[in-house]
């Protein structure tokens, strides 16, 4: 994978955006919405793809219908923040499938991490014999999402 940022002409830029609204989207007709060619087009995207700038293609699933509607951010608080206890910790939260995104943070708390569940009961297990039990773990804050007000899973592409 290339770590630079490629060069984004207008018909790359169209290509992402289409992609990122519908990545099963046939070349075809990704190649008609943005004015190319059906080989240019799928050149592009092959290009787009090895550069790293195209990581993959998933499918989107609905976090209620899956049995895990509540959103908690738990900020965590470390003992110690030297290389190896960061690296232990972070090794350790890969492996949990309930954190969805884990950041290493500046300010107050070491990590943010946005933990998935089906109810409070189940984030009560998650946080007493998960959470609390991850490597190096001083400290646990918890705050739990009422609603999404904004999500989107579309990056803005100038």
């Known amino acids: 994978m290339n770590t630079s940022s490629p060069t984004l002409d207008k018909f790359d830029r169209s290509i ?3 992609l990122q609204r519908n990545g099963r989207i046939a070349n075809s007709a990704l190649a008609e919405h943005v004015s190319l060619s059906e080989s240019a087009c799928l050149r592009r995207v092959r290009t787009l793809e090895e550069s790293g700038l195209i990581e993959g293609y998933v499918a989107l699933i609905n976090q209620e219908q899956a049995g895990c509607p509540v959103n908690v951010f738990v900020n ?3 003992e110690r923040q030297d290389q190896t ?17 884990c950041y290493l943070m500046t300010g ?29 773990v001083s400290r646990v804050h918890s705050s739990f999402a009422l609603r999404a007000v904004q999500k989107s899973r579309e990056l803005p592409i100038r």
Not at 85 to 101: C, I, N, S
Not at 108 to 134: C, G, Q
């Open 76 to 78: 965590i608080t470390l």
């Open 85 to 101: 206890d960061l690296h232990t910790f972070e090794e350790a939260v890969r492996k949990l499938p309930e954190v969805m995104e």
């Open 16 to 18: 992402l955006r289409e």
């Open 108 to 136: 107050d708390y070491d990590y943010l991490l946005r933990v998935v569940a089906a109810d409070t009961a189940d984030f009560e297990r998650i946080h007493s014999k998960v959470l609390t039990r991850l490597p190096g």
